[in-house]
C-alpha cells in the first residue's frame, strides 16, 4: 500500500497569509493526486487533481504542485473561509489512500 | 445539478448487518465510477471501495474485505454498501463520492452529505 504523510499536522495562520501543506508519497505517483478541503460536518470538496489542476470553481489562490513523492498545496492570501482540514489522496493505486490531514486554524 | 444522498445509516450491533444507499441525481449515473469513503470521529478520512460504471469491477481496503459489499443499480441510479459482521471500528461517516470522468485516476468531484453508522451493543 502507498503511505501518504502530511505535514504539518495543524497549522495556524492570519487571514491574508501564505499556507503550505507537503504531501509525500511511500513511493512514486508521478503526478495522481488529489488535495481536498473539508470543513467540520461536511463532505470533502475537491480542490486540485492531478497534482496541479485546479477543479472549476474552485479560487486560484489554491494551487498545486509536485510529482513522483513529493507534493505541495500553497493557499495565498488565506481567507477566513479556508480555515478547514486539508487531505492529499494518492489516485492512481489501490487501495486509494490519504494522508492525515491538515488542520488550518486561526492565529 | 448533481446530487448524491445517502441513507439507510444508523446503529447496529456488533456482528449485525446494514445496508447503506446513496441516490443519485443530475448526471448520466451509469458512465461514473463511484465510491464508498468513510471517516471515524475526530479521525481522518479512509477510502473504502470503488466499483466500475457496469459493476463488473469492485475494489476494497483490506479492511473490509470479505464483510462489505459495494454493489450498484444503474436503473435505479443508486449506490450500495451492503456492511456484514460489524465492528466496533466500523463506526463512522460514511460518504458516497463520484469519481471524475474524463480521468483514469480516481478523484472524486461530488460527494454525498454523510451518513453515521454506528456499531455498539
Known amino acids: 500500500d502507498i503511505q501518504m504523510t502530511q505535514s504539518p499536522s495543524s497549522v495556524s495562520a492570519s487571514v491574508g497569509d501564505t499556507v503550505t501543506i507537503t504531501c509525500r508519497a511511500s513511493?512514486?505517483?508521478?503526478?495522481?493526486l488529489a488535495w481536498y478541503q473539508q470543513k467540520p460536518g461536511k463532505a470533502p470538496k475537491l480542490l486540485i487533481y492531478?497534482?496541479?489542476s485546479l477543479q472549476s470553481g474552485v479560487p486560484s489562490r489554491f494551487s498545486g504542485s509536485g510529482s513522483g513523492t513529493d507534493f505541495t498545496l500553497t493557499i495565498s492570501s488565506l481567507q477566513p473561509e479556508d480555515f478547514a482540514t486539508y487531505y492529499c489522496?494518492?489516485?492512481?493505486?489501490?487501495?486509494?489512500?490519504f494522508g492525515g490531514g491538515t488542520k488550518v486554524q486561526i492565529k | 445539478e448533481v446530487q448524491l444522498v445517502e441513507s439507510g445509516g444508523g446503529v447496529v450491533q456488533p456482528g449485525g448487518s446494514l445496508r447503506l444507499s446513496c441516490a443519485a441525481s443530475?448526471?448520466?449515473?451509469?458512465?461514473?465510477?463511484m465510491t464508498w469513503v468513510r471517516q471515524a470521529p475526530g479521525k481522518g478520512l479512509e477510502w473504502v471501495a470503488n466499483?466500475?460504471?457496469?459493476?463488473?469491477?469492485?475494489y476494497y481496503v483490506d479492511s473490509v474485505k470479505g464483510r462489505f459489499t459495494i454493489s450498484r443499480d444503474n436503473a435505479k441510479n443508486s449506490l450500495y454498501l451492503q456492511m456484514n459482521s460489524v465492528r466496533a471500528e466500523d463506526t463512522a461517516v460514511f460518504y458516497c463520492?463520484?469519481?471524475?470522468?474524463?480521468?483514469?485516476?480516481?478523484?472524486?468531484?461530488?460527494w454525498g452529505q454523510g451518513n453515521l453508522v454506528t456499531v455498539s451493543s
Open positions: 463520492g463520484r469519481r471524475i470522468l474524463w480521468f483514469g485516476e480516481n478523484y472524486f468531484d461530488y
Open positions: 443530475g448526471f448520466t449515473f451509469s458512465s461514473y465510477w
Open positions: 466499483i466500475k460504471p457496469d459493476g463488473s469491477e469492485k
Open positions: 513511493q512514486g505517483i508521478s503526478d495522481y
Open positions: 492531478a497534482a496541479s
Open positions: 489522496q494518492q489516485a492512481t493505486s489501490f487501495p486509494l489512500t
